[in-house]
């Protein structure tokens, strides 16, 4: 166990004993929510910017991946793949995140309340009320270092699958006969 003692355990042992195996799941529906749309945003918006990046004149449909055409694509497109693997990246984590934090704050809120309380709502029932009670930056809480870490860290997601989706399909190519 890490540095919490064993409190998650606790804290899950009592929620069993006060709401049944349901309570483990508090906040099951808005956590979907906020991973439909945000999954649906993400991989969208990637292939979306990717599809502004120019690919020297050839669409992906057109690629020729032959192992010659690939090495002399490999010397001439790497940089650009690994800038447009960073670029899109990042921006779609960003994109994404600053269309889903409201549903994500409103998660959180709710997993925190206690049953009955006055934010016991449904996911869009408890987002309005925060927009009401907040205003639209209140349910914007937390997006400069959502937005800071969103940037690196998918950049880095994107880059990582290209360069390993790309090594994967050299070697099949190679390994053809």
């Not at 447009?84 to 994500?104: E, K, N, R």
Request: charged residues 20%.
């Amino acid at each position: 166990m890490g540095g919490g003692g064993g409190r998650a355990w606790r804290v899950a042992r009592e929620t069993y004993a006060a709401r049944g195996a349901f309570g483990l799941f508090r906040g099951f529906s808005h956590t979907l929510a906020r991973e439909i749309p945000s999954g649906a945003i993400y991989f969208s918006s990637y292939e979306l910017l990717q599809s502004f990046v120019p690919r020297n004149g050839a669409s992906s449909s057109t690629v020729d991946v032959t192992e010659a055409a690939f090495e002399e694509r490999d010397a001439a497109g790497l940089a650009l793949e690994a800038v447009a693997a960073v670029g899109c990246g990042g921006l779609s984590g960003v994109i994404t995140w600053l269309a889903v934090l409201p549903l994500d704050n409103a998660k959180t809120i709710f997993q925190c309340e206690r049953p009955g309380g006055a934010h016991d709502l449904s996911p869009l029932a408890l987002l309005g009320r925060l927009v009401r009670e907040r205003g639209v930056s209140g349910v914007y809480r937390g997006a400069v270092p959502i937005v800071a870490r969103a940037f690196p860290a998918n950049a880095a997601q994107w880059l990582a699958f290209e360069f390993v989706s790309r090594s994967l399909h050299h070697r099949r190519v190679a390994s053809s006969p």
